[in-house]
């Protein structure tokens, strides 16, 4: 029952679970038939799959805008560059930020850090940010909020199975 | 949405179990049972709240990926925006307010590809798209707060 999957297996396998684990009590058994390998197979695919650290998260995956969460703001911050990993860190450890990466200035583009604040109204959250960047004391650097005003496409990746999983 | 339902959400948008039955084992975390998971999940699916169950990929290690902005003139910005959901490599695409008006995340087996699909975008579209891959993350996406007392600003 164990043992290696082949490469077409772990494709497939790869490409159903980015879909979704099937809502029925034993969801790998369900993949593992898709697959052509067993329970225990698939099982211990996509625990090896966890523990090579491939997976952020894995659990329920909402559409926020569908729960009620409909005010979400880019937060986008110029920082000096010797500073923005001690700010990152800070606003990353602050209630409400949800995403904090730093990114690439561009010619036209000073901003080098993000933050993700969402929240049930835009009135909030444009008070929540204020806040953060006060107790920060950030108010005064170059700063932007970006509201999204129409989500387009909201869904999860997909990959190929990553060259580094071949045999 | 019932207080159960809350509950899965503000305890399972990370930390499910990769088990044989993992609805089982949340239902014993949450005191409830395996058929009221099943049928929470199903009812969130029906109403599109549920994307899924299952991992949010690890973009540095499943591959690359970039967050990537448009000025879209606004009387173009419809079609520039459906062009855009067209493309496989596409998953979130908003409209934000800015000059750079259309924000999405391309995701591709490498950085390559990317570069090839920001060309055809160019090419498509007339327009330069801004190319902002991540430099660093300090904080990941862990999923939304449910409870009215949570983080989420009200």
Known sequence: MSGQLTQAQRETLWRLLEQGLPLVPQPYA????????????????VQDWQQQGLFRRFGVVVRHRLLGIDANCMLVLDIPD?????????????PGVNLC???????????NLFCMVHGRCREA??????GLLEQHGLSQRPHHLLFSTRAFKQRGARYSMPEMLND | MDLLTQR?????????????RPYQAMAEELGCSEADIL???????????????????????????????????LADIEQVAAYINSLPEVNHNYEREHDYNLWFVLTGPSRS?????????????????L????VKPHRIDLGFPMFQDSEVPQ
């Not at chain 1, 959250?125 to 204020?130: A, E, F, Q, T």
């Not at chain 2, 590809?113 to 798209?129: M, N, R, W, Y």
Request: with cysteine; hydrophobic share 45%.
């Open chain 2, 39 to 73: 049928e929470r999940l199903a009812r969130l699916q029906e109403t599109g709240a549920l994307s899924r169950i299952g991992p949010v990929m690890e973009h540095s290690k499943a591959g690359s990926s970039s967050l990537v902005a448009l000025a879209v003139p």
């Open chain 2, 8 to 20: 899965m959400l503000d305890r399972f948008q990370h930390g499910v179990p990769v088990c044989a």
């Open chain 1, 30 to 45: 369900a993949l593992a038939q898709q697959a052509g390998c067993s329970e225990a197979q698939a099982l211990a695919q």
């Open chain 1, 82 to 94: 010797e500073l923005v990993d001690a700010v990152g860190d800070r606003l990353a450890a602050s």
């Open chain 2, 113 to 129: 590809h990317l570069d090839a699909v920001l060309l055809d975008i160019h090419q498509h579209t007339g327009l330069e798209p």
């Open chain 1, 125 to 130: 959250v444009v008070r929540h940010v204020d």
């Open chain 2, 131 to 134: 190319d902002l891959p991540m």
């Open chain 1, 101 to 111: 990466y730093q990114r690439p200035r561009r010619p036209n583009w000073r901003y």
